[in-house]
């Protein structure tokens, strides 16, 4: 008897040690019994009932991306091209998640493919080559609205590549190139244009500073003339300033010394001959030295005749 309890309690022991879970972080656990929906376990330890209790889902909480295969999608120009998407979703409620729809990648990635078709076919080739924002910002609302009953949440859609046909990637790259070409005889010509504006502009600057040295240069020029006349005027005046004072020097002396007039006509025959040796034509000769030279000339005869 004892030992039939000992195994009883043993038994027991095993079956709750097989029945512990332990669930991991960024995970839930949707947990049946009797084949209906009992609860959903957190992070953390728990127990369930053997035989009774069943794990119907284990579900992980992390962002999940899904990268779908190129979808054909036609514009409203009838331009058929390939468009593969990335989406990237989140599961919020594991019970909604587990319940809500049968295979829930497959019919995210159907619900993506028909969202892209309503949406590419109301716009044209270039609006779709030039409007990925707005693409993707649509399908994001759309299919976040569409998979709410589901527990799943949508943070961002991606439109990963757009392919057009062949002969439409011809077309594209030949306007590509003649833009390029444009473009470069764009700058070319405006790079030359901007050339001759500076080369002009150097020439017109460099006539502005010839003129403005040249100005310079004369008014220097003008002002040494200016200085040189000024500094000449000065020297002139200077030396008649000081053959006034000579002069006048002199007639003090010769006031001062009481000269008598045979003294004064001897220095007045002198300067009668510093003129006679000039270049003077016409002399003017006082009387008083015409007495002096016919007395002089008295003289001589006197000597002569002794």
Known sequence: MIWALIV??????ILIIQNIRIVPQAHAYVVERL???????????????????????????????????????ITKDNVTMQIDTVVYFQITDPKLYTYGVERPMSAIENLTATTLRNIIGDLELDETLTSRDLINSKMRSILDEATDPWGIKVNRVELKNIIPPADIQNAMEKQMRAERERREAILKAEGEKTSEILVAEGKKQSAILEAEAEKAAAILRAEAKKE??????????????????ATAEGIRMINESMPSKEVIALK?????????????????????IQNIASLVTSITELAKEK
Do not use: C, M
């Open 268 to 288: 007045s025959l002198e300067a009668l001959v510093q003129v006679g040796d000039g270049q003077s034509t016409k002399i003017i000769i006082p009387s008083e």
């Open 228 to 245: 040189a006349q000024i500094r000449e005027a000065e020297g002139q005046a200077e030396a008649i300033l000081k053959v006034q004072k």
């Open 35 to 73: 084949g209906a929906y009992k609860v959903t376990w957190q992070v953390g330890l728990h127990v369930k009932v053997p035989l009774i209790d069943k794990i119907a889902n284990r579900v992980s909480l992390k962002e999940r991306v899904l990268d779908f295969a190129p979808q054909p999608v």
């Open 8 to 13: 009883f309690v043993f038994i027991i022991i």
